[in-house]
Structures are given as structure tokens and as C-alpha cells.
């Protein structure tokens, strides 16, 4: 704390008190909740379509417009995840597991409600950090090399396998047909490209978005239309007490700090995003699951996922503003917004401009208030999409990906590749194969290919550098750990 | 695969039946409706940046949106694909750049080869440079030759990816000096940074603006620039041949049409690049984003894309991406 004085924080109230910036950063937040919301638009791109409306704008107006719409992005991919099975952004993928199952059983209320709260108990808690322990935290970013981001990823590939139910052998299948997606393209280490069959769209490797509609909502889509008797399934919707929402928090404060952190922390590391801090922590909340939770969705699955998915907001701003290096995508365009204000963010950013800084943790504190409220006041009326009948519903949604998968790149490839993935899930779906490991695969498995053969290529390929350096140890040993308890829980089950 | 949702068919069936109708001197009319650049990068960057402010000009110059669609992936090699699918009418432009546009066709066939694209200008370069973190031993790039040569493979590097002009470049240094040095990618010009600050390798290779905060803070040493010239923004960072190395490069950025676009077309699109890249509002902005305004004519930029070319042949072939 002793970086920021008072009057910097006198100073930066007063700039940000100003009515018109609280416009903005809530303008902001509706837009990111509108990019976030739909799939196939993330917050990433819509910091990115902004970012050129915020040159002659002042340093106030833009950031606030830019942390806003990167605040309710991060939040809003919950809404259709829950409601529709239909993550709007990738680090919502979790959410929908435990979330969706709630919604169908009417309990989409208390889902959402979980959502919004966690949301903002995880951007909260990861500007605290960012407050104070910026230039600490930064160090910690340059501790993970090679060998430090393939023990990391390892161990998310595990904790998904083990934790997303039904048969191990099948998650393990899963989570390696998911990889085998991931090596598409040009190959990160060698630059030779593989896996494209002859087509320039797939040098890119296979996009992570279409694959998430395609095997969260496309394959869902499929599987309630051929169940002729949805109709009658769907339970009305309850409504949840302000209290009985607290008491879920009161019952996990521990579940709730530890995803807080974890989204802080996955969320300093350059290179890995709300993706991987979603999954990582919903793997974290699925370790005392009670099995009759796999079928009513655990409450539990959500707060961790969206806890770890907003938090990760501050966390990437750490390296951003102490390194000029970006933690996640959304980061690495706001280096564009800053420059433009002449600002380089960098190891100096902190000590010399103080002001901005404080600016910039208010401009959050008061986005992330603005998705509570937002969120609590829209909540009980969004449930009624689920009132719609599936012969309505089901086709819209059809819409809904198709334009999102469409709206990814402006064009028609990706809506072929999220078809084709779709049928592709719904068959895995029918053979009792879990998607969650799918997607994570494709999100980890070049995280983990690249880093293991970078790793060894800097190591004189030494392998024993995976257990003598001991943050890849202690990930590695967990990764272990894990697999082994999976292991005699199903033995016993 | 492709389903049939684009709304560009329709248009371009409007279009085709307009152009029919019409079949006017073609050049005298163009722009007759929005044009596309597509840039091969994600939206948000300075690049990006770039593009969108000089599409703003051109809309101004020309009365039609000018409309940029970001198409990331494999360093530029994906959205320069696409770009390729599009007739050569004018109406969709290339934001092209260094690697996608010189090194990817000849690695693999990646659906467009360099003749695909009419250059119309060259816009900006931005310069490369060699930085080692703050507490490194090495303090010249003579110091790096030495220590490679003292032991081959023992120094490790960082640029953005494989097949990278950093990379490739690099390459093309090592080789002029005898020495042997290993690669790694470091997934973009910040993730290269990184892993040269977290000590995985010894030095980083990327572009000079990277550098600037960074290397106020103490935290990284930029030892060269490979240019003919000092960068304004690290005005105490010697080039390489203050150091006794003839070696330059730059990523450049430029923008192109696709083959077969009508002469006239392309003369007036050249006409009106150049007048939109050499007004006062651009430079201020290439300014901001720390790029080094380098026009080149149409013909001047496709001399260079050849010199590139057969510069790169010769040094994928040495490093193994080319058999």
C-alpha cells in the first residue's frame, strides 16, 4: 500500500466521483454483459471493437468503458450457460455443467443468483490483491517457465477427467480426443503444420469457440430434441431468498476464497486466461461432490467456476501494469487503449502515475458493483426463457449458434466446424463420454504439448527438471494424487 | 463444410447483376461499395489500430465504409487466406505483413503463395531488437557471439514462434557468425519477453517497442537494434552495426489487393493509399503505437517482398522448415 498516497487516492476519487464516468464504466458493463451474454462475441472482442472509439476520448472515459465491458463480459457468459447449456464465453464453460443441470430442475434462480454474487465476491477479492500486492505478485508471474506451465497444465487436464463423472476411463478418452483436436494447425514448437487436411481455415488450429458451442449447446440441442418427452420434464422455476443465497457462501467460504485465489493467481499467469481458472477451481469444488449432486447440479460447481472466472479480471491486470505484459487476452488489447493515452505500462506504471492506478482499481470496484446490481434486478425474469417450449426454444438456440459461431470471424467456416463438432459430441454424448474433458483438452492440450517439448529443448532435454523444480513438482505430485483418489473413489462406488 | 449462411452472397449476386447491367468503365466507378481489409491479426492491436485509422481516411477519401475484419491465426497466415478467397476486384485489401506474406507459403501451403497479393504501399516498419534481462552476463551482442561460440546450443533465444521473420532472421545472424544458438517460441512478442525475464532463455528477439517500459524499469537490458538507425524511443541502445554487424531487420506492414484486380483500380487505390499515409493525423498516430513510418510505393514494396523472399528460401531451407 505504501506505493499509493493518499492524495492519489483523494485525486483519483475525484476524477472518477464525476457522474459522467460513472455513465461510462456502466455503459461499459451493459455492453460487456450484452458480449459476454451471446456466444460467440466475448469480452475480448468487445474491448477490441471499442478500444478505437476510446482514442480521443480522455484517460477516465476510456478505462471506464474498457473495464466495464471487460467486467460484465466476464460475468455474463454465465446467463446463457445456465439457462440454454450454452456457455457465452469460454471461461463459462464450467458453469454450465452444475449450472444448467440446476436450471432444468427448476432451481435457475438460485444458479443465476450464485452466478452474480460469485462474480463479484471473485472481481472484488482480485482487485484487493491487485491493490496490494501488484509489484509482489508480479514476480511470481516470472517463476512459471516451461516446465512450471506443463505441470499446470497436466494437472487442469487431470482434475477435469477425474471430476467430470461417470467412467475415468471414459473422461481420460475424452480429455485425449479433446488434445487430439489441439494439434491442429501449425505446430507451436517445430512450425510445420499438421492435422489441417489441405484447408488454410485450420492452420490456426481448431477455434476454441465454435468447439464450446458445438459441444455444449449444439450436442445438448440434439439431445433434447431426440427425448420426446421434455415437454413434460421441465419443473417450474423456484424462487430463492436473499438468505438462502448467503447461506451457500456461508456454507463455502473456504470453496469461495480458495476459487477467488486461484482466479487471481491462474489470472497474474500470462498466457492462460478465465478458461483454464474456471475449470481448475470447478475441479477444486467437485472433490466432495455427493453424488446425488451429478444429477440436481451442485451449487458448489457454479460458485467455484464463476468465482475463479471474474477473478481472474484483476489477476491479469497485475502483470499488465507491473510488466507491460498482458495475463489474458482481454489485457493484451488494453495495451493498445493505453498506448494510445500515452501510457507504457510498465515496471514504472505503479510509482509514477499513482493516480491512474487508484483510478483504474475504483473504475473496477465500481463495475463489479454495477454487475451485483444489474444481476440481482434481472434475475428473477430471465428464468422465464426456460418457459418457452422446446419446439420454440430449441430451434432458436440453433439460431443463436449459428450466428455466434458466424460472428466469430465473419465467416462461414466456423459454423460448418461447429456442426460437424456438433453431431461429433452428440454421438459421444450417446456412448456416455462426458464434453467437459473434450473442451479441455482442446484448451490444455497445446498449453501442455508446447510447453513439455519447450521445456526439454531449454533443459538439454533433461526430464528430472519436472520434479527438481518444485512448483512443477508440488503440480505434478497433486496431478498423481488426484488420478489415484479418482481411482479407489470409483473403486468403491 | 461450408453452409450457405454468409451474407456476402447475396450481396455479391446484387453486386455481379449491378456490375452487369452497368458494365461501365469499371475503374471509373470504383468504390461503388463498402470495402473489406482484413487484417490477419486480432482486433485491438496496434496494428489493428493502424488499420482502422487508415480505413477511416479511406472512407473519407473514397465515400464508401471501408469496414476491417480481423481474422487472427498462425501468425497472419489465416486471415491472409481468406483475404485469397476473395475475387480481385478491390474490394477486399490485405493488411500483410512480414512472415505470413514471405516465410508461411514457402513452409507449407497455407492457400495463398506471395503472387497472390498486388502490393498497393508499404505503410509502416517496426524495427527489431535484442534485449537480455537486467541481470544478465551479457552486455553487447559481441558478448553473445562470444558465449555461442564458446559453447554451440549452450544460448538460448525467444521470438514470437517458429518460422517467425524474428526467428528466421536470427537464424539468417547465426549463420553469418558461425555460431549455433537454440529457438524457442515464445507464443507472441510479451510471452518471448516473458521467458527471457523468468531466465528460461538468455535472450529475446523481438520487436523494439515491446522494449520501452520495460527496459525504463530496469528490469530488461535492450543491447541492439537491428536497424540502419537508433530508435527514437531507446535513443542510448546502439545498433548492430554501431557493433561491427551488418544486420537489419524489420517486421513491415503494408497494405495489398488480390491478383487480378483491374489496373485502373489498383492505380487509383495506390493514389489515394498514398495521399491517406503521408497526412499529418496518421504519422501522429504511428507515432503513439512507437512504429516507424516507411512508405513504399506499390513498386517498391514488391521489390522488397521479393528481396524477402528469396532471403528466406535460402535460410528455412538451413534450419530445416523447408526440404
Known sequence: ??????????????????????????????????????????????????????????????????????CGGYFAGSIPAILINTPGAPGNAATALDGYRMARRGNADLAVSLSVVSSFIGGFVSILVLMLAAPNLANFALEFTSVEYFALGTFGLVCVAAVSGGSLLKGMIAAALGMLLGCSGIDPVGGMTRLTFGDPNLLGGVPLMPALIAFFAVSEMLVQAARRDTLATLPVQRRVAAREVAGHYLRNKWLTVRSAF??????????????????????????????????????????AAETANNAVTGGALIPLLTLGIPGDTVTAVLIGALLIQGIDPGPFFIAEKSDLFVQILLILLFANICILVIGLGTRRWLPAILKLPPRILIPVIGVLCATGAFAINNTPFEVGLMAVLGLAGYVLIRFGFPMAPVVLGLVLGPMVETNLRNALTANDMDATVFVTRPIAALLLTAAVFTIFWTWRRHRRA | ??????????????????????????????????????????????????????????????????????????????????????????????????????????????????????????????????AVKADSPFKSVKDIVAAAKAKPGGVKYATPGPGATQHINMEIFAKAQGIKMKHIGGRGGKGAITKTLSGEVDFVFVGAPNYTGLARGGKLRVIGIAADERVPYLPNVPTFKEQGYDFTVAVWFG???????????????????????????????????????????????QKRIDANVAKHRVVLKDIGLIK
Open chain 2, 255 to 301: 497494405l495489398l489487393t488480390r491478383k487480378g484486380t483491374p489496373a485502373a483500380v489498383v492505380s487509383k487505390l495506390r493514389a489515394v493509399v498514398k495521399k491517406v499515409a503521408n497526412q499529418a493525423s496518421t504519422s501522429a498516430l504511428y507515432k503513439k503505437f512507437n512504429f516507424i513510418e516507411a512508405f513504399l510505393d506499390g513498386e517498391g514494396f
Open chain 2, 1 to 130: 463444410m461450408k453452409l450457405s449462411l454468409s451474407l456476402t452472397r447475396p450481396l455479391a449476386v446484387a453486386a455481379g447483376i449491378a456490375a452487369v447491367s452497368i458494365a461501365a468503365p469499371a475503374a471509373a466507378e470504383y468504390p461503388e461499395k463498402p470495402v473489406r481489409i482484413v487484417v490477419p491479426f486480432g482486433a485491438g492491436d496496434s496494428l489493428d489500430g493502424t488499420a482502422r485509422v487508415i480505413a477511416e481516411q479511406l472512407k473519407k477519401e473514397l465515400k464508401v465504409p471501408f469496414v476491417v475484419q480481423n481474422i487472427p491465426g498462425a501468425g497472419g497466415g489465416k486471415g491472409t487466406a481468406e483475404a485469397n478467397k476473395a475475387k480481385g476486384d478491390g474490394y477486399t485489401l490485405l493488411m500483410g505483413s512480414t512472415g505470413a506474406l514471405t516465410a508461411r507459403p514457402l513452409i507449407s501451403k497455407p492457400g495463398y503463395v506471395t503472387s497472390d497479393f498486388v502490393p498497393l504501399a508499404q505503410l509502416v516498419e517496426v524495427p527489431i531488437g535484442l
Open chain 1, 262 to 303: 486461484i482466479g487471481t493467481g491462474i489470472g497474474i499467469l500470462p498466457g492462460t486466461g478465465p478458461t483454464i481458472a474456471a475449470w481448475i477451481a470447478y475441479g477444486e469444488s467437485a472433490r466432495k461432490k455427493a453424488p446425488q449432486a451429478q444429477e440436481e447440479g451442485d451449487p458448489r460447481g457454479v460458485i
Open chain 1, 1 to 70: 500500500m505504501d506505493l499509493i498516497s493518499f492524495s492519489a487516492i483523494g485525486a483519483a476519487l475525484g476524477a472518477i466521483a464525476d457522474p459522467m464516468i460513472l455513465l461510462w464504466i456502466l455503459i461499459g458493463v451493459v455492453v460487456g454483459l450484452i458480449f459476454g451474454a451471446a456466444p460467440g462475441l466475448t469480452a475480448t472482442a468487445g474491448v477490441a471493437i471499442a478500444t478505437p472509439l476510446t482514442f480521443g476520448a480522455s484517460f477516465e472515459v476510456a478505462m471506464a468503458l474498457l473495464l466495464g465491458i471487460y
